[in-house]
């Protein structure tokens, strides 16, 4: 089991947003996370690269328990787990293919010509190899958001957690990050954790899925388990429908 929550907990302040949270992902799954606004799933995973630490509880990556790893030791674990953030990070000052070879120059030391040559082999894994050129500005949301997953592969994680990667795409590049990420995990192997609220992505490309309630979690299945679930509250959020028992 690469990565496994155990029990965690975080509260900010009086505020207990994860309460009691388990989970264990398999290797090269595609592994959705589910649930209302505010309910914690951006801070689970930011748990997972130390950019939060829980109050207690444990996690464990490739059978490292890390999240009491120092913040030196966490930066061998940040290379095996990248984070594609909700909103792209990208440089603007720099074209799309300037910003996947950095990461290729700053923590593997490649020449400009050989970083510059495999930013192209990156950009052409998202489809994105006509783009090189281009600043991030002249973009629109879903090449910028394929650019930084471009980015986040260049140092070959196993790992790769998406904070909700289609909000704000239209549905045509949507279903084209959908359809990426799904070939991270079939064409490399890769083991993706994805926050998500789109239930077409949900319904499409996951292999799991787990929802958070209230501090917890209310079900893990598959896709075809979760549309079978009786249980009312997750019925109605898959449904999405503003009449029933589910509690904001
Ligand atoms: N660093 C922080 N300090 C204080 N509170 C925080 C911090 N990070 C998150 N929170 C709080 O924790 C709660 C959960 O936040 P989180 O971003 O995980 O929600 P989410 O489930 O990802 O929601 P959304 O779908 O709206 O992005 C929110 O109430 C948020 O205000």
Redo the contacts with the bound molecule.
Sequence with gaps: MPIQFKHLRKA??P?V?LDDVSIDVNDGECFFVI??????????I?HLIGL?RPDSGEIWLDGQEVSRLSEADFHPVRKRCAMVF?SSTLFDSMTCEENVALPLRMHRGLSLRDARVEARRRLEQVHMEAFGDRYPAELGDGMRKRVAIARALTLEPRYVLF??PTTSLDPVSARRVDQMIRELCDRLGVTAIV?S?DLTSIFTIADRIAM?YKGRVRVVGTPEELRRTEDPVVRQFIEGRSEGPYET
């Design positions: 900010f302040g505020k947003v649930g209302g606004s505010g309910v914690g799933k951006s801070v689970l930011k939060l909700q904070d909700e926050v609220h958070l």
